[in-house]
């Protein structure tokens, strides 16, 4: 059972930068993958990035080259740097640990934290 604690959002004036942290209690840490989920008003949750226990990163196409994902095994503690922010941006954001499926995809397990909001508003 894992875990989860998101830090670091905030008031953002558009193309302002973010860095969010998540601090995850897990069994062992560098065995899991690892994802950044959004909520916007009214939106269904999305998956904006993940990263597996290897180190290989995958982006929404809306936050390619903008946002970028990593992790400290040694701090238990994944990051979500983001750069060049929109007001599309604005949500609440969620951190999750979970496998790479057989088909390279990100599967999260349900349980999540209680999120840190991010907005970006002139």
């Known amino acids: 059972q894992a875990q989860l604690a998101e830090s670091g959002g905030g008031l953002v004036q558009p193309g302002g930068s973010l860095r969010l942290s998540c601090e995850v209690s897990?069994?062992?840490?560098?065995?899991?993958?690892l994802a950044w989920y959004r909520q916007a008003p009214g939106k269904q949750r999305e998956l904006v990035a993940s990263?597996?226990?290897?180190?290989?990163?995958a982006y929404v196409d809306s936050v390619k080259g903008r946002f970028t994902i990593s992790r400290d095994n040694g701090k238990n503690t994944f990051y979500l740097q983001m750069d060049a922010l929109r007001p599309e941006d604005t949500a609440v954001y969620y951190c999750?640990?979970?496998?790479?499926?057989?088909?390279?995809?990100?599967?999260?397990?349900?349980?999540w934290g209680k999120g840190t909001l991010v907005t970006v508003s002139s």
């Open positions: 990263i597996s226990h290897r180190g290989a990163t």
């Open positions: 897990l069994g062992i840490f560098s065995a899991y993958a």
């Open positions: 999750n640990a979970g496998q790479t499926g057989a088909d390279g995809n990100y599967v999260g397990m349900n349980e």
